[in-house]
């Protein structure tokens, strides 16, 4: 049954009302000094998808990980890099990134200002898959990657 109750989440510099901040993972510790907030499609059920917000903090970075799921993301603070596979891409305020199936990646806070983006994902989709170093030696033979990501 869908929901009739719409409504706005009020923000205050990069916190929402009522929406916690949490811990970014749990099943894993490949990821230095970030968390998320679940904005919408965790309680409200009638959504398809889920919007989520993370944020790096300066030297920290999401997990190195891949999935079969596509989804896209919004830079809306700060700058920083991403990792493509075999590629390192800066990002910054506005840009938009999409991550197709089975791409390695990893976001990068690595200016001296915290890096900030929404991203949104399908609300069913699998578990994220961190690649071991015999899928990098395989996929990844640029320098410039292989010196940028933290496993």
């Not at 944020?55 to 809306?76: A, Y």
């Not at 990068?108 to 991203?119: P, Q």
């Amino acid at each position: 049954m869908l929901s009739n109750h719409s409504k706005v989440i009020k923000s205050d510099h990069f916190q929402w009302e009522g929406v916690e901040k949490k811990e970014y993972k749990s099943d894993t510790n490949n990821f230095k000094d970030i968390h998320r907030y679940s904005l919408l499609g965790e309680e409200i059920t009638d959504l398809n998808f889920q919007t989520r917000y993370f944020e790096i903090k300066p030297g920290g970075f999401s997990s190195l990980e891949k999935h079969q799921h596509p989804h896209s993301v919004v830079i809306i603070r700060g700058s920083g890099s991403v990792v493509l596979d075999n590629e390192v891409h800066p990002i910054k305020v506005h840009d938009v990134v999409y991550i197709a199936p089975e791409t390695i990646h990893q976001f990068h806070a690595d200016h001296s200002e915290e890096l900030g983006f929404i991203c949104v994902v399908d609300r069913e989709r699998d578990r994220p898959v961190i690649p071991n170093d015999e899928v990098i030696q395989s996929r990844i033979s640029s320098q410039e990657v292989l010196n940028k990501i933290q496993k």
